[in-house]
């Protein structure tokens, strides 16, 4: 039987057991919320566990657990390019839908494709209700920090965004301060802080290797900035928070402060 001949006969079944996908209308309302930060329907919406509902959403794989992986890499794609729309920095967004897809090779059980599904839509919409309250910044503005983002590991200068956004170096400082409240270099020594973070939390790295790894002139320079933003030392930092895991195994969110 050829594919054409086959979809036919499949479709004269589906219709003759009248099964028919679900109206969109929920799944806007779901996606509109991610993509504007609406956490708290987000949170009720994996509360009620509607991901792990079945009628109406469609058979992709007759196997249960490769049938819901199938739909969450479909929920992904569709969640990544609505917040990329919605103005979430591009690199962001793709790293993010990378690292959840990646992390479904190592699911084999329903519940485990679920809660990782949860996990997921509320990262994006926690980042996106971040996002939104700094929202309106124009394109060069926009451009320049999807720029320190994607090159978080490099020095970083203005007059790299400047050749980047294609505007010179002092209009291009002054607009970045007017629209962000900071200077260039203040921002970029933040994200490069918040990365920091991310890494004392989840990775082994020593404070040489972040330091050479985030590109600060050296692991003194290091220290002092992460003590100036944070209030305290890396170490302490490491001390205090390294316990942080999100452990999809067993399900439980260990540490619920936002990263």
Request: aromatic share 12%; with cysteine.
């Amino acid at each position: 039987m050829g594919i054409l001949q086959e979809w036919y006969v499949q479709e004269l079944a589906d219709s003759e057991r009248d099964t028919y996908h679900r109206p969109l209308n929920d799944e806007q309302l779901f996606f509109n919320a991610v993509s504007s930060g609406d956490i708290d329907f987000v949170r009720e919406n994996c509360r009620q566990q509607k991901f792990a509902e079945t009628e109406g959403v469609g058979t992709l794989s007759r196997d249960a657990v490769t049938n819901l992986k199938y739909h969450f890499v479909i929920t992904t794609a569709f969640v990544t390019r609505l917040c990329i729309g919605a103005g979430m920095e591009l690199e962001q967004a793709f790293r993010l839908s990378d690292f959840y897809i990646l992390k479904l090779d190592n699911l084999h059980t329903c519940q485990a494709v679920i809660d990782l599904h949860d996990h997921m839509v509320l990262d994006f919409t926690g980042k996106m209700r971040i996002m939104t309250r700094s929202s309106g910044m124009s394109r060069p503005i926009t451009l320049c920090v999807d720029y320190i983002y994607a090159h978080i590991k490099e020095r970083i200068t203005i007059e790299d965004l400047a050749e980047y956004t294609e505007l010179s170096a002092s209009y291009l400082s002054r607009l970045f301060k007017k629209e962000t409240g900071v200077s260039v270099s203040d921002y970029v020594r933040e994200k490069k802080i918040e990365k920091a973070q991310h890494l004392l939390k989840f990775c082994d790295y020593g404070l040489v290797e972040i330091a050479n790894y985030l590109s600060f002139s050296s692991q003194s320079h290091f220290i002092q900035l992460f003590k100036d933003f944070t209030g305290i030392t890396p170490k302490k930092y490491r001390d205090l928070y390294s316990s942080s895991v999100w452990d999809v195994s067993s399900s439980k969110k260990q540490d619920t402060a936002p990263l």
